[in-house]
């Protein structure tokens, strides 16, 4: 039965790529033939992947068919046969689909975490919102399809791929900040890379080929100088009611050259005031002031873009000094306005991090964290302090498991499974649409 139902499984999703290849869409035939070959990895997320899959497939064979069979019969053309093959197809994909759901399913894809449903989760969110944003958007949002049009479909897979992956890591791993801090890395680079490009003259690698500087402060302050452009405050804004202020720890493309710095300066951070993030409440004011007086004063754009990039200037040379020095990201909790905007409106969302009963207050929590969050008064508070982004290193720190996250509803572990999943799609989803 097993090999009945993986036979039906695969031969589905064939088919449903020679479909696609039938009305030209080779990305699609490309990314359905790596889902084919998942079921050859045997990872245990793959049911969840392919069964849907397949039944999406049999779904779309079977309005083809509908169509098929509509048209033949008001032309009065024989059908009888057309139906038969198309219902024996869409039967086909139905049976593979189903069988992913069943018992021996489970038998049989035995590799990888214990997390499947959540790894599945991270996929279909990664794809379904690549996919709306490939299909709302004016122009070729993904490289793939800028370079390969029609390609798109394919870089969707392998990012949906991508985040199941990660999100299993994630969530298997007793301790998470080296894993988190390299996938961040890898977005900061991939980002300025493609920045890089662009700057060289490969305006293909800018989002719009319009370049703006990739400063987080002008999120807030950008639009008060031009009177317009709310693209990233309303992205940013969506981010925090999603995961709060995670933005700061898992999708800014500059937090990670901080957090670079204060883990290369010191492997634990040293004891700075409580009161150090809230600088950020004057440079707040430097950026939001800034930009309204130079909009008043009719500063020429050239004028205010060398004023953003000074202020950009002096945030690295903070993370290479300061940062480096203390093993604290300095320059996320007292220098980037954006970060206290985000630990601030990031309270509109449900998700927390709290100190459980019986905390006995040893500090290994504190020595992993690089955002100032829990000091000993946090502790005895037993919440993190203002400064906190969620970011979940400190969780692995903590050798009685009294630190966890919150999410209405859901146990700790429940909650900490569900953050890690939205997450780790959110950076796969970033990823994908990296550029300025």
Same mark, same amino acid.
């Given at each position: 039965?097993?090999?009945?139902?993986?036979?039906?499984?695969?031969?589905?999703?064939?088919?449903?790529?020679?479909?696609? *290849?039938?009305?030209?869409?080779? /990305? !699609?035939? %490309? =990314?359905? @033939?790596?889902?084919?070959? +998942? &079921? $050859?990895? #045997?990872?245990?997320?793959?049911?969840?992947?392919?069964?849907?899959?397949?039944?999406?497939?049999?779904?779309?064979?079977?309005?083809?068919?509908?169509?098929?069979?509509?048209?033949?019969?008001?032309?009065?053309?024989?059908?009888?046969?057309?139906?038969?093959?198309?219902?024996?197809?869409?039967?086909?994909?139905?049976?593979?689909?189903?069988?992913?759901?069943?018992?021996?399913?489970?038998?049989?894809?035995?590799?990888?975490?214990?997390?499947?449903?959540?790894?599945?989760?991270?996929?279909?969110?990664?794809?379904?919102?690549?996919?709306?944003?490939?299909?709302?958007?004016?122009?070729?949002?993904?490289?793939?399809?800028?370079?390969?049009?029609?390609?798109?479909? *394919?870089?969707?897979?392998?990012? /949906? !791929?991508? %985040? =199941?992956? @990660?999100?299993?890591?994630? +969530? &298997? $791993?007793? #301790?998470?900040?080296?894993?988190?801090?390299?996938?961040?890395?890898?977005?900061?680079?991939?980002?300025?890379?493609?920045?890089?490009?662009?700057?060289?003259?490969?305006?293909?690698?800018?989002?719009?080929?319009?370049?703006?500087?990739?400063?987080?402060?002008?999120?807030?302050?950008?639009?008060?100088?031009?009177?317009?452009?709310?693209?990233?405050?309303?992205?940013?804004?969506?981010?925090?009611?999603?995961?709060?202020?995670?933005?700061?720890?898992?999708?800014?493309?500059?937090?990670?050259?901080?957090?670079?710095?204060?883990?290369?300066?010191?492997?634990?951070?040293?004891?700075?005031?409580?009161?150090?993030?809230?600088?950020?409440?004057?440079t707040l004011g430097l950026a939001v002031g800034g930009a309204a007086g130079l909009r008043l004063a009719g500063v020429s754009t050239e004028t205010a873009a060398l004023a953003a990039a000074g202020f950009g200037l002096v945030g690295l040379?903070?993370?290479?000094?300061?940062?480096?020095?203390?093993?604290?990201?300095?320059?996320?909790?007292?220098?980037?306005?954006?970060?206290?905007?985000?630990?601030?409106?990031?309270?509109?969302?449900?998700?927390?991090?709290?100190?459980?009963?019986?905390?006995?207050?040893?500090?290994?929590?504190?020595?992993?964290?690089?955002?100032?969050?829990?000091?000993?008064?946090?502790?005895?508070?037993?919440?993190?302090?203002?400064?906190?982004?969620?970011?979940?290193?400190?969780?692995?720190?903590?050798?009685?498991?009294?630190?966890?996250?919150?999410?209405?509803?859901?146990?700790?572990?429940?909650?900490?499974?569900?953050?890690?999943?939205?997450?780790?799609?959110?950076?796969?989803?970033?990823?994908?649409?990296?550029?300025?």
């Amino acid at each position: 039965m097993t090999a009945t139902g993986l036979a039906a499984l695969v031969l589905g999703l064939l088919l449903y790529a020679a479909h696609a *290849l039938r009305l030209g869409e080779t /990305g !699609l035939v %490309a =990314a359905v @033939l790596v889902l084919a070959g +998942l &079921a $050859a990895a #045997r990872r245990r997320f793959a049911p969840y992947v392919l069964g849907p899959a397949a039944l999406l497939a049999g779904l779309a064979f079977a309005t083809a068919a509908r169509d098929m069979l509509a048209f033949r019969l008001a032309a009065g053309l024989p059908y009888l046969r057309l139906g038969a093959i198309m219902a024996a197809v869409v039967g086909v994909c139905l049976a593979g689909g189903m069988f992913c759901f069943s018992h021996r399913a489970k038998v049989f894809f035995d590799r990888g975490p214990q997390t499947p449903v959540a790894q599945a989760t991270a996929f279909w969110l990664t794809v379904g919102l690549l996919a709306l944003a490939r299909a709302k958007v004016s122009f070729p949002v993904l490289l793939a399809d800028r370079f390969l049009p029609g390609w798109g479909t *394919l870089e969707i897979a392998l990012l /949906g !791929l991508y %985040a =199941a992956w @990660l999100s299993g890591r994630m +969530l &298997a $791993a007793p #301790r998470t900040g080296s894993i988190r801090s390299r996938y961040w890395a890898l977005f900061s680079l991939i980002f300025f890379a493609q920045l890089g490009l662009g700057l060289a003259g490969a305006t293909t690698f800018l989002m719009t080929g319009a370049l703006h500087l990739p400063v987080p402060a002008l999120i807030a302050a950008g639009p008060i100088y031009r009177g317009g452009g709310y693209f990233m405050p309303i992205l940013y804004l969506s981010t925090l009611l999603l995961v709060g202020p995670g933005w700061c720890s898992h999708l800014c493309y500059i937090g990670a050259a901080d957090d670079a710095c204060a883990r290369l300066g010191r492997k634990t951070p040293r004891r700075l005031s409580r009161r150090l993030p809230l600088w950020r409440a004057a440079t707040l004011g430097l950026a939001v002031g800034g930009a309204a007086g130079l909009r008043l004063a009719g500063v020429s754009t050239e004028t205010a873009a060398l004023a953003a990039a000074g202020f950009g200037l002096v945030g690295l040379g903070v993370m290479a000094t300061f940062s480096r020095r203390s093993g604290v990201m300095v320059h996320c909790t007292a220098w980037c306005p954006i970060g206290l905007v985000g630990n601030v409106l990031g309270k509109v969302s449900p998700w927390r991090i709290r100190v459980g009963e019986g905390c006995d207050g040893c500090g290994r929590c504190f020595r992993a964290c690089r955002y100032l969050a829990l000091s000993p008064e946090d502790l005895a508070r037993g919440r993190p302090g203002l400064s906190c982004t969620l970011c979940g290193d400190c969780l692995g720190a903590c050798p009685s498991d009294r630190l966890g996250y919150r999410f209405p509803g859901l146990s700790p572990r429940a909650a900490r499974a569900a953050y890690f999943t939205l997450v780790t799609a959110l950076h796969a989803v970033f990823l994908g649409v990296a550029r300025i």
